[in-house]
Structures are given as C-alpha cells and as structure tokens.
C-alpha cells in the first residue's frame, strides 16, 4: 500500500505571499528524506499517520498548534438528532443569527436548511467541508448531509484561508465520512413533542462490503418532521410588544376590517383620540357602505394577531437521501475512490394572509369606486399619491402559502497513491457539487387585475357592478370591495395569482494535492504539502415574471410588494496554489520536549475582482510532556458571492423603528433632523409605520472587494500524566477583519442620518405624511468587523468502578468583544455595534457564555448520558447614543435577560445476543421556555428561535441493528 508515517509534531500553516509556490517547487524537485539517508523506524513512525482539519499534512499527532472540537459518531448517536442543524445547535462556538436548524421559524420562509455561523461571524464566514471538500454554495444547508453517512465531525476554530482558501474566516466544519463498513445496518426513529405535536419519524439503513482490493458502502435515509404551530406554545400564540414602558397584545395595524387614514376633514367626524393616528376601522359585522359603519381604530383590540394564523415554530419538512462510499486499488500504489451523496427535501408552510398596505403596494383605491363610502382617493399609482393609507388583510384570498422541492447533490472522484517507495502520497480528484430549488407560492393577487377592480366602477343598465367608466368599461373585470372584501367574492377570485421561483447553483472543481517528507533536521523530518486547483460557481435564480421587481424604483412588481424579487445570474471561477511546510525546530533540550511551526501560504486568482494571498503561521511548544503551548496568526478573507456581485433590487420588510416617531423639534431648528424627518409633521403626532416594519430596497455591487482580516489564537493544553484520563486546553481568539461585506441595515441608516446627517440620500418618504417608502440598502464594503474572546475545556475519564464507568466533559466560549464598525459608501465611520452580551436585531445573540457540559455512563450493556446546554444573560437595547432601543417608541431603553440552561438526557441498551441497541432521550427535560424578546425587537414568535428551543419538552426513541 501507499500509507506513510511522520514523525511527531503539529500541523496548522503559514508564510509570507510567495512561499505557496516556492514550496510547490521545492516539493517537486527535492528528494525524499527517505531516499536521502534512511533511519531506523522510531516508535512513532510505526503510527498511522492522519490529515487533521486545518492542514494538509499527514502526521500523528491530534492536538496541534490549532483548535479542533471534535464530535465522534458515539456522541452523534447519543444525542438522538436526525439532522446535521440539529446536531451541531448546542456547539458553544455557534453564535450570532444566521445558524438556523429550523429554516422556517414564523415568517421565515421556511425550506428546511440549516446554516453554521461561528464565532457569530456570519455564515458565509465559515467553511463548510465534506472529507475536506467544499459543499457547493456560500452558505449551504447542512441539512443536505446524511447524517448516518457521518463518522465525525471536526470544527476548527480558527482561521485557515491559507489551506482552505475564501470564507474560512470564522473557521471550518468539515464532515468526516465513513468508510470500510462491513455488513448491514437498520435503524428507526420516533419522537414527539410533550404538547403532542411535532412528530418525527425516521428510517436509515446502511449497507457495506470490504474486501483485499477495496470497499463499497451504500445507505439510505428518510425523514419526515411535522410543524409546530406558533398558536400552540404559550410564549408565541401572541404578538407581544414593549411600548411606551409596558408589554401589550397587540399585532399588525393591516387587519381583516382594514385600517383607513382619513383627511382631517374626514376623520374629524370621528371625533378620534391622538392614539388613532387619524384613522379608522370597519365595525364588526357593519358591511361598510356608509360612514356609520366606522369608528376608530384602536390598535389595543383591533390589532391582528398574526401569530395565531399559521405561523409555525418548527416547519413541516420531509427529506430523504442516497449515498455511495467506495474505494478500488488499481495497483499495488494507485486507488480509484468516489464520495456520493443526493438528498431530496420537501418543506412547506402556510402563514397569515396577505398584508396590503395601497401606498407601498402602488394601488390607488379610486373615489369614484361604488363600494368607497368617503368619497377621497387612498394610496397611490406612480407620482399620484393621494395621501390616504389603506391597510387591510386579505383574509379573502386566503393564507400565504409555499411548497419548497431541494435536490442536493454532492460527488467527489478521483486517483489518489504513493511515489515509490518514499513517504509522498498524491490526491488528483474532481468535485461536483450543486443545489436546485423550486418555490411555488399562494395567497397573493395579480397587481394589474386589483388596479381595475378598485379604480373607478358604475353599475351599468342591467345592475351589474362594472369595473373603469360608462364611457370606457374594463372587460374581464369584478368590481372589489375592498372595504368588505367578503361582499364581492366573485371579484377577489379573478385577483388570486400564484407564482414560482427557481434557484440553481452549481460547483465545479479540480485539485491536485500532494504531500510527504523533505529531509530531516536534528529535531526530525521537514515535512511538505502543496497542492493546486480550479473551481468554477455558478448560479441562477429566477423568479417568474408576475414576482419580478419592475423599475425605476424596484418596490413593486405584478403582486403585492411582499411577493417581489429579483433574478441573481452569475459566475466566476478561481484558480489556486498553496504550500504548507511542518519544521521541527527542537527536540529533547531542556524546556523544549518539541518546538515545531508551520508555515503555509494560498494564492487564489479570482476572474471577478483580481488575486489575494493569504497566509499563516502556526507555533507548537511542548515544554513539558504534559504541556502544549500552541498559537496561530492567520490572514483571512472572503471573496464576494454572487448574490453579492450580481443581485438586481429587490424589497424586504425589515423589522424598524423610525427615529422620527414623536419628533417636535421645529423646521430649521436641527439640520439633521430636517434631512432624517422630511415631510414628518412636527407637532408629536408621527407614529412610525404602522406595522413596525419598512421597505428595503437591497441590491448587488459589482465593484466589491474582498474582505481581508487577521485571525489570531493562543493557548494551553495540559493533559497531566498524574491523573491519566484528564484532559484540558484554554485558548484565546481574536479575528480582525476589514472591508465587510453588507447591504446596510435601514434601522443604522435612519438613525446615522437622525443623528449625525449620515447616509440620507438614502432614505424615501412620502410627500404626503412623511411615512418611509423605501430606504436603500446597497452591499458595500462596509467597516471593519473586531471580535475577541476565550475557549475552554476539559474533559476526563474517572476510574473505572463496579457500578461503570463515568466521562464528564465541558466545553465553553467567552465572547468579550464583538464590535462592528460601520462605514458608509464614501468608507467615512458612521457608527459602531457593541454586540457582546447583547442580542442585537441585526446580528443576532452575542451571549457572553455558551457552554456544553457531557456525562456518561456506561456498564455492561446499558449507558446513559446527561448533556446540558448554557446561554448566558444578555441584554436587549443599550444606553448608548443612537443605539437600539428594546421599546418601540422609548429611546435607550434596555431589558435585562437572565441565563437559559437546557438538559437533554438520554438511556441505551445493547442487546448484545441480535447485534441490536434500544435508545430512549428526552430533549429539554424541564421544558424551559425562551425569554420573550418582543415584536418589535425580533421578525416573529416573540424570541430569539436561533438561540432558544422553542418546540418544548421532546420525547425520542430509536432502535438499531447490525448483521
């Protein structure tokens, strides 16, 4: 066979920009150590020897002078998890927003995927591996993995562009595979939440054969997992807000009986209070044909719950997946392998009705309708604004609907052997990787159709309502009242429209890697890496033209405002070369047992913005046997995707709070607020939008430049041989990075421009009321992103006793610093994000301690382990100047959360005479609920459903067997 071994030493890599191809060189033409001056095989060259995530050099050591976490396929069958998300959600160093297991949380879209953001850096800042092969896409979906594919899984926690290349900037997740199974493999799962919903079923099986020339694996899985309703859990059946210093019931203003805004004249006949914002409602049961039919709005009853109709806490999902893992010697130094897997997932959801506002959907409602009781004009078409908001929800056609259909597919192939009879290997192998998704979507109206059905009608000579003038009729057309939709039924099914998306994203790469030793210096063999590829992405989403966002400004489309989007076509490709040297400096000297660095370097060739060269320097220092003082600084960066390069405008519905809310500060009198406050009466009436959200118009930037940073770490692992079983390791992070990439958020751009002129160009209110139409959002390169902090752990076997043995592990991150430096489009500082110890509405949860704490059992057949999960107390809104705010209406205000703590607990049986094992668990065995957050703090649910479980107390059970 081709397998070599190495001396002892560590991994990790780094050098200055033109070591990469100085090293490739250097690997080709020098001559093996081996062939050079053979030696005695030592004791540790009798090891095999492996590639640890974060190098390409084969060695025997595990620990090495970067962070690894480890979880192995006995920890992944313990937790009783059916998908990778699931899995990986109690690892302490995921942070932030975006790592969602759930992918459809409320109004969350949801398709089922899971993403990973560690260090909270976001997900398109950590690197997603299969047996050290990228998983095609800049954030893609975990979910994809079949999990009883997966043998372990390694996170790096540290920067490693240098190897790796783009994104590896938070650190890696690579997903080991396993191989060289023999005999077949069953299992089932089942488990149901203690609210008897959220039922999950499960069946694996595995199939597997080796043999002298090779090994063949083959498996299959299916998964299906029922929702659960927002309306079902106590903390989420109500849309709760904190306003004015008090918590409230309340929803969204666009109800069922709709939410007029009246001239003065008008709405002075109501006699309404200040709370109304001048506007009112249709009285229950009255059918809207006269003013007596209205009073006015009170937000305290009239408010729509949303959360009670259709929203989900956990989206409904079924998947199902194939693979194949084999290997075939060809010669006695040459073996042919291939990595396979395709999964299918079908996820769908139904939420609230349509949300229609007749301002920001474009729609004029036109006096001269026979079914508009006040005679005045409301939203408005182009230029022509009456003035008059119109809010209502079309319960009438029906709840928002989606079906979402994912194939994933992810092929590895290739030749991989020795060079005679040295220590060099060689890996040539070819990756395809790719992803589509098809969206249908209901619930929504065909904009050109409701235009006409609300614009101006008559009743013609035979008493049939009918849409335009006597003098110009519009065929095909109903007449809709919009003011009691349930009046004109025939009218709102010709306004029905359901539309379809399609996304296709494709990978493509090539890599040639080889490694093995150079020559050997006093303290051992100098050891090379070097490799060289080219990959190519491409994707392409593409929405039909009824949800296409139209120009000049981008907000509409065809449909409601809330359906329309914009293509994303694109490409690039890079070319790539690196070089990662292991030297061992010293050896048995005193206060060296070991001293040894790596050295790597990357240069990667992008065909959109140009070349980056990243590099690394790794140092590992054994002063003792039981003492390894290890460290790293890194370069780091990510390249823009396409999404990022190439996105047409397309409009969001952000969570907002516009800072003009009550302003009295008189024109002329603040320059600032003048710019941030345009048209906003000045006399303390201005409520702000009235369902806590704006329109924001996000687009692409085909001039970006990569981000660029540094990643630093240093630390101790001290395994004592006093007390064998102990294991413990410290380690301190810090990552610097310039040049962020990201569309501006619209609750920075109001506020810089509120309070220090920043940024208003790009912010759009309505002549009228001064209530926002759209703010801007384009992707820059926005500031600079500082995070620091600590990682700890310890892990220990005790004794083994008569009543079993015990493994008590904990693992824990400290976040001490996170703050993001905020820049506008000229690159001057507008502003700073403190994230540490808060949660922050754009980034997410920033708890300064997560911690995971293990311990298990095992005598004879039966083992039982204990997990508990820790989120520390955080803070919501801060006290500094401009900064969020925890009320929607009061400035400053912060609320206080205390620490959350999950245990999960589990119980095993081996039947040892069948090869069979019986496993029952209860996840979230005291069913802790997660702290309330508020409406107006977070898109729905009233929490943070990244962070906190939000299923509840959840009973599992899953039987396996061998043959």
């Known amino acids: 066979m081709y397998k070599s071994s190495l001396p002892r030493a560590v991994r990790s890599a780094l050098t200055a920009p033109g070591v990469g191809a100085s090293a490739l060189l250097l690997g080709c033409f020098a001559l093996p150590a081996s062939a050079q001056q053979p030696q005695p095989a030592s004791e540790a060259d009798k090891l095999e020897t492996i590639v640890v995530t974060g190098s390409r050099i084969r060695r025997v050591d595990l620990e090495t002078a970067s962070p690894v976490f480890v979880i192995d396929k006995g920890q992944i069958e313990k937790t009783g998890k059916l998908t990778v998300g699931d899995l990986l959600q109690s690892t302490p160093v995921i942070a932030g927003g975006a790592t969602a297991t759930n992918g459809a949380v409320n109004n969350g879209g949801g398709t089922g995927a899971a993403t990973i953001d560690l260090r909270g850096l976001g997900t398109a800042r950590t690197l997603i591996l299969v047996n050290g092969r990228r998983l095609a896409g800049p954030a893609p979906d975990v979910n994809a993995i079949p999990i009883n594919l997966v043998e372990r899984v390694e996170v790096l926690k540290d920067g490693a562009s240098a190897i790796y290349g783009s994104d590896a900037i938070g650190g890696v997740v690579n997903f080991i595979l396993r191989k060289d199974y023999q005999g077949i493999e069953f299992g089932v799962d089942y488990g149901i939440a203690d609210a008897d919903d959220g039922q999950r079923k499960g069946v694996t099986m595995t199939l597997g054969h080796s043999s002298d020339k090779g090994s063949l694996m083959v498996g299959v899985n299916y998964h299906k997992q029922d929702s659960v309703a927002a309306a079902d859990r106590k903390f989420s059946r109500e849309a709760l807000y904190l306003s004015s210093g008090s918590v409230s019931a309340g929803g969204s203003s666009r109800t069922p009986r709709g939410r007029i805004f009246l001239p003065s004249d008008l709405i002075a006949q109501f006699n309404c209070p200040a709370s109304s914002g001048g506007s009112v409602t249709r009285i229950p049961g009255a059918s809207g044909g006269s003013l007596s039919d209205y009073r006015c709005y009170n937000g305290a009853v009239d408010a729509y719950n949303f959360q009670a109709v259709g929203n989900l806490e956990l989206t409904p999902q079924e998947r199902g997946s194939l693979f194949v893992v084999g290997n075939y010697r060809l010669s006695d130094s040459v073996e042919a392998y291939v990595e396979a897997f395709h999964n299918k997932t079908r996820a769908a959801y139904a939420i609230a009705p349509l949300p229609f506002d007749a301002r920001g959907d474009n729609v004029l409602i036109s006096r001269d309708s026979i079914y508009n009781p006040f005679g005045v004009d409301f939203g408005r078409s182009g230029d022509n604004d009456s003035g008059n908001s119109f809010a209502l929800r079309l319960e009438a056609v029906g709840n928002r609907r989606a079906s979402t259909a994912v194939s994933t597919d992810q092929i590895n192939m290739g030749l991989r052997g020795g060079i005679g009879n040295t220590s060099w290997q060689w890996d040539a192998n070819y990756t395809y990787g790719g992803f589509s998704q098809a969206r249908l979507f209901g619930g929504y109206i065909f904009q050109p159709n409701l235009i006409n059905a609300v614009g101006p009608s008559f009743i013609d000579a035979n008493g049939v309502p009918t849409c335009g003038t006597p003098t110009a009729p519009i065929a095909g057309c109903i007449p809709v009242n919009l003011f009691n939709p349930s009046e004109t039924p025939e009218g709102v099914a010709l306004l029905s429209a359901p539309y379809r998306t399609n996304l296709n994203y494709v990978q493509r790469e090539a890599e040639v890697n080889a490694n093995g030793e150079l020559f050997e210096l006093p303290a051992g063999v100098v050891s090379l890496a070097v490799g060289t590829s080219y990959r190519k992405e491409y994707q392409n989403f593409s929405p039909d033209f009824l949800a296409t966002a139209l120009p000049p400004d981008y907000t509409n489309c065809l449909l409601a405002q809330d359906a329309c989007t914009s293509a994303v076509v694109g490409s690039y490709n890079v070319k790539e070369v690196y070089g990662e040297a292991f030297i061992p400096i010293l050896r048995d000297v005193a206060f060296a047992k070991t001293l040894n660095v790596t050295l790597g370097s990357r240069y990667s060739k992008y065909s959109t913005f140009g070349n980056s060269t990243n590099s690394k320097f790794g140092l590992e220092w054994r002063p003792l046997d039981d003492v390894l003082v290890r460290g790293t600084i890194a370069e780091v960066f990510r390249a823009p995707t396409i999404s990022n390069l190439y996105a047409a405008p397309a409009s969001n519905a952000p969570t907002f709070r516009d800072p003009c809310i009550g302003v009295t500060s008189p024109v002329g009198a603040n320059a600032n607020i003048d710019r941030a406050c345009e048209n906003v009466p000045r006399d ?250 508020f409406q107006n703090n977070v898109t729905n649910g009233n929490t943070d459903p990244v962070t906190f479980d939000t299923v509840g107390r959840y009973y599992w059970a899953r039987f396996s067997i061998k043959f």
């Not at 810090?734 to 109001?750: E, G, H, K």
């Not at 992707?779 to 892990?795: C, E, H, P, Q, V």
């Not at 754009?842 to 820790?870: K, M, P, V």
Request: aromatic fraction near 14%.
């Open 684 to 933: 303390g009436s201005f409520q702000g939008p009235p369902n806590g959200q704006t329109t924001g118009l996000v687009s692409g930037n085909p001039n970006l430049r990569p981000e660029q940073g540094k990643a630093f770490t240093w630390g101790l692992v001290y395994d004592p041989s006093w007390l064998e079983g102990l294991s413990t390791s410290v380690d301190f992070w810090r990552f610097a990075l310039n040049d962020n990439i990201s569309a501006l958020d619209v609750n920075t751009v109001a506020l810089q421009c509120y309070t220090a002129g920043n940024l208003c160009d790009y912010i759009h209110r309505f002549d009228a009321d001064g209530q926002v139409f759209y703010i801007d959002q384009p992707t820059l390169n926005l500031g600079r992103l500082d995070a620091k902090g600590m990682d700890f752990s310890i892990k220990y076997r005790l004794p083994e006793t008569s009543f079993g043995t015990f493994r008590v592990g904990l693992d824990a991150t400290y976040t001490a610093q996170f703050n993001q430096l905020i820049r506008d489009n000229t690159g001057r500082a507008t502003g700073t994000i403190y994230a540490a110890g808060q949660f922050n509405r754009q980034l997410g949860n920033y708890a300064r301690w997560r911690g995971l704490g293990t311990l298990n059992w095992e005598l004879g057949d039966f083992d039982a382990s204990w997990t508990t999960r820790y989120v520390h107390g955080f803070d919501l809104g801060t006290l500094r100047p401009g900064g969020e705010s925890a009320d929607g209406t009061l400035p400053n205000v912060v609320v206080n959360y205390g620490a959350t703590t999950y245990h999960n607990l589990q119980f095993g049986y081996r039947i040892e005479p069948i090869n069979a094992r019986v496993e029952i668990g209860v996840d979230n065995a005291f069913d802790k609920q997660p702290p309330i957050l």
